[in-house]
């Protein structure tokens, strides 16, 4: 029997437990390899495996390849990295010895010394994974924080193991559990006209690509699967537009780990809680998350969890949840009360592993621990997979044996000008659906939407022959956005409404006026109910209690959709839409409705969306600052919706751009130590402008703003604008057509633009005689961004090699200002920021630098660097360098400047540096 294969394995998966890097599979393979020669106690640990039967042996190989086995592995890595923890190392034992007790593979006499054996071989294994992986974890801040929760939940799992006889009952749970998760979770549903039974996942699903959310996540800006980031820590965060198909990804991750389809991650049982079915409770009821896992057993899945089964499940690595749409909560408020509870309860099981998916927007009001989740983005379809889903999609709906593909052929063609529509799943499964039914493809969401309703509500049942009653013909969409507006609204926030309360509320809001008798309008709310709840795309049955079952949208968007034509409805006008709006601005739940209302009032009222606008910037002017940056932030999101007229877009970037200069304090050229959380702050909208993305005609945005920049380039004293200027040259926005009118707005550049594009890029001589050698290692700052370190960019030219193209002219091209004056040392105060560049500076690649003026600036660049107890120096030559200085090593100094052959200004500058004590920090 081969046990050493599977305890490699959950060794090197343990490796980036706790680090910020996920390996290959290839990568995983190669450490297994190269630390299977060096496992400790594996000669003891063969001996133990002579002594047992056959039967027992092939138990504790099966326990060795136990998701259970790879939560013991993952504390372990963590005590190796927290140098040994004697709490957690404890925990581990007594952990170990009951779990070897319910493999039924020890008796009583040995069940010691087997426990003995096998958590030497686990220790053993983690020292020899971890040595052949190189730095791949280490200590960091978290580290001993997270020893500390996997102590006490490693003793809780003791206890509960130490309860229970047998893990029969547990066992029998897990197998009925995931039976019923394939049920559920085990086809995709198909976005057409009319009910159609779903689908297998192969028939029509196409993966999502998934991008890190932060720039500083390692792979920021690269693309991966989904499946592959399963390997990397216990808690994901996806996040993703409305429609970016979230919830698919949920139920289709729950369907693959409950049928063993994710690669090395058998006997899973995933649970998914779908926050929508509990908002209300969530709200106003103090339950613990546990308390809804255990009700989502109950429904939809039928299974009620044994005493302690959810525990077990949890703490031994065996459950995965996935918390499907958070923002669905609504108020930031309860978001982030929930995401306190869900960082509690990952305290609580920190080696369950936790998906949790939610809206972009918004998300960032109630995150849930960096400490504990990492945050990836759906990106979105691509080409290539905006082809795969339509030929799919098309050949479900043609006869199967014979797909259609000049359809889907003639639609990807007529389509190309919606790539911003159909790079949505959702919407590109309503744009299949429009087409496929009539030939025809919206430009924007409302008319999507206003299609889908249309074709819902009248065309599609007359197309089969079946009237609409006539009862309900005049009455359908208004009953419909009526009650997406009453749900949108409900202050308990919930997804689905019993079927009396709907009843009710038709039967008194809406058909009352139409009926004189109160009973007519009962029935007809009753009929009208039972004849949309039969539509596939709006209105539907979401389940039931023990008396009714209960009525909600298809999908969010939805009610967003219905919500928005109701609010403008209600009173078409600029005034009246602002005045329902208003409230709600700074609410990320309002954002979609918002957008959708006002496409909606710029179709249907002459200048509605300019008079909108002209209304918020009267109110933003003289606002206080933090309701200003609302105000305009709206104001932002309203021009990327619906293009005003260009006086009020200029007006709009004349006031972002007046907002981020507002502050005469504070200056944003050349700082060591930026005030990243006030720029941005002040920064906000201007930064939401320049990453603008408006699909029909961003070339008029940038245009607005570069006359609003160009403004304060030639007219600010302090010389603010023009460095604000230069720096969002850098940046151009989110289009190609964004940046040409910018740039074609600005020319002639300002000569102060010119100069400032240069000294935060690539400085020459003229800068540093103006600014001085300590810029080179300053920053400036804007729309969330930093720039300049110039020494950084300079000193990575070099190091760690090979020496980029044209790094050396650059660097002896500075010579004379360098060392014109004497050269300042002690200037930084840290440099927890450098940390890339001091690990790959070394003297020998210093020595292949081959003419000696460039040597000389790359050696001046290094030594304000090199500071006492700096964990990142790690090559010989710098530390030699920094003895040199710690001792007054004049004469260490000299042989230095005969090695680097270094000119006279520059021998003098390493004698005075050698001679400067130490700064006392």
């Not at 809804?292 to 499940?313: G, I, S, V, W």
């Not at 006359?707 to 190609?736: C, F, K, N, Q, Y």
């Not at 840290?830 to 940390?835: I, K, N, P, V």
Request: aromatic share 8%; with cysteine; glycine share 6%.
């Amino acid at each position: 029997m081969d046990y050493l294969t599977p305890l490699l394995k959950a060794a090197t998966r343990a490796l980036p437990f706790i680090g910020k890097m996920a390996l290959e599979h290839h990568q995983r393979q190669k450490i297994a390899a190269n630390a299977s020669t060096a496992v400790r106690n594996w000669d003891q640990t063969q001996e133990l495996v002579a002594t047992l039967a056959p039967g027992d042996a092939a138990k504790l190989e099966q326990f060795f390849a136990s998701p259970q086995f790879e939560g013991l592995m993952q504390q372990a890595m963590v005590c190796a990295v927290t140098r040994h923890d004697e709490q957690l190392r404890t925990a581990i034992r007594a952990e170990l010895r009951e779990s070897l007790r319910h493999t039924q593979a020890f008796t009583d006499d040995t069940l010691f010394e087997a426990t003995d054996t096998i958590e030497a071989l686990l220790h053993g294994s983690v020292h020899a994974v971890r040595s052949a992986g190189g730095k791949t974890v280490d200590r960091d801040a978290t580290s001993a924080a997270l020893a500390t929760r996997m102590a006490t939940a490693a003793a809780r799992n003791t206890e509960l193991l130490r309860r229970v006889e047998t893990l029969t009952r547990f066992d029998e749970f897990t197998a009925k559990l995931r039976t019923s998760v394939v049920a559920v979770h085990g086809r995709l549903r198909l976005t057409t006209l009319v009910r159609t039974p779903p689908v297998d996942y192969a028939g029509l699903y196409v993966p999502p690509k998934i991008t890190p959310q932060t720039k500083h996540q390692l792979g920021y800006g690269e693309t991966a699967d989904f499946s592959s980031l399963l390997t990397h820590r216990t808690g994901l965060v996806i996040l993703g537009d409305p429609g970016a198909g979230k919830s698919t990804l949920a139920g289709k991750l729950a369907y693959d780990l409950a049928t063993d389809a994710v690669d090395g991650w058998t006997g899973q049982v995933p649970i998914v809680l779908v926050v929508r079915d509990h908002t209300s409770s969530l709200r106003t009821d103090h339950q613990t998350l546990l308390h809804y896992l255990e009700a989502a057993c109950r429904k939809p899945y039928n299974q009620a969890p044994p005493t302690d089964a959810l525990e077990y499940l949890l703490l031994n690595g065996l459950a995965t949840v996935i918390i499907d749409g958070v923002d669905e909560l609504g108020d930031s408020h309860f978001r982030v009360t929930f995401a306190k509870m869900v960082d509690a309860f990952a305290s609580q099981y920190p080696t369950a592993r936790i998906v949790v998916t939610s809206r972009v927007v918004g998300y960032d009001e109630a995150p849930v621990s960096e400490d504990m989740f990492t945050a990836y983005r759906v990106v979105p379809f691509d080409e290539d997979q905006v082809t795969r889903y339509a030929t799919s999609w098309f050949a479900l709906e043609a006869d199967a044996a014979q797909p259609d593909r000049d359809l889907a052929a003639s639609f990807l063609q007529e389509s190309q000008d919606s790539d911003d529509l159909r790079s949505n799943p959702l919407m590109l499964s309503l744009l299949c659906a429009l087409y496929s039914s009539e030939g025809y493809i919206p430009r924007n969401r409302p008319a999507v939407y206003e299609r889908c309703a249309e074709l819902l509500f009248d065309t599609w049942d007359r197309s089969r022959g079946i009237a609409v009653p006539h009862t309900f013909r005049a009455q359908v969409r208004p009953a419909v956005q009526q009650l997406a507006w009453r749900m949108f609204t409900d202050p308990q926030a919930r997804q689905a409404v019993p079927r009396s309360e709907v009843e009710k509320f038709l039967a008194d809001e809406v058909l009352a006026k139409r009926y004189a008798d109160t009973d007519e309008a009962t029935q007809a709310a009753h009929e009208f109910l039972t004849f949309c709840a039969g539509r596939a795309w709006v209105l539907t049955d979401l389940g039931s209690d023990r008396i009714e079952p209960h009525y909600g949208f298809v999908h969010r968007t939805f009610l967003e959709y219905f919500a928005a034509a109701q609010l403008v409805k209600l009173k078409p006008q600029p005034e009246a839409v602002w005045e329902r709006l208003s409230p709600h601005i700074a609410d990320a739940s309002w954002t979609v409705v918002a957008q959708i209302a006002l496409q909606i009032l710029d179709r249907d009222c002459e200048d509605g969306a300019t008079q909108l606008l002209e209304i918020v910037l009267d109110e933003a002017a003289p606002a206080g600052e933090e309701m200003q940056g609302v105000l305009l932030d709206f104001g932002v999101l309203c021009a990327q919706t619906v293009l005003p007229d260009n006086d009020t877009l200029l007006r709009l970037t004349d006031a972002c751009v007046t907002r981020s200069l507002a502050d005469p304090d504070l200056r944003r050229g050349y700082q060591f130590d930026v005030p990243a959380r006030r720029f941005s702050s002040l920064d906000r909208p201007l930064t939401h402008l320049v990453n603008t993305k408006a699909s029909d005609d961003d070339a008029r945005i940038g245009r607005a703003l570069g006359e609003s920049l160009r403004a304060v380039a030639e007219g600010a004293s302090t010389g603010d604008g023009a460095i604000l200027t230069a720096m969002i040259m850098r940046r151009p926005g989110a289009s190609s057509d964004f940046a040409a009118a910018l740039y074609k707005a600005l020319e002639p550049l300002p000569s102060e633009v010119t100069t400032w594009r240069r000294v935060i890029s690539n400085p020459v001589a003229e800068d540093l005689t103006r600014h001085g050698f300590e810029s080179l290692f300053k920053l400036t700052y804007a729309c969330s961004l930093a720039y300049g370190r110039v020494a950084e960019y300079l000193v990575g030219s070099v190091f760690p090699g090979p020496i980029r193209d044209g790094a050396i002219d650059d660097l002896e091209n500075l010579y004379p200002a360098v060392f014109m004056s004497p050269v300042p040392f002690d200037f930084l105060t840290e440099t927890d920021g450098w940390s890339d560049v001091l690990g790959a500076m070394s003297f020998p690649q210093l020595m292949e630098i081959a003419r000696p003026r460039a040597r000389a600036v790359a050696l001046a660049l290094m030594l304000p660097l090199l500071q006492p107890g700096s964990k990142e120096i790690h090559d010989p030559g710098c530390q030699f360098l920094l003895e040199i200085r710690r001792n007054g090593d004049a004469d260490g100094a000299e042989r230095l400047i005969r090695r680097l052959q270094l000119p006279e200004e520059a021998a003098a500058m390493l004698l005075d540096w050698a001679a400067t004590p130490l700064p006392k920090r």
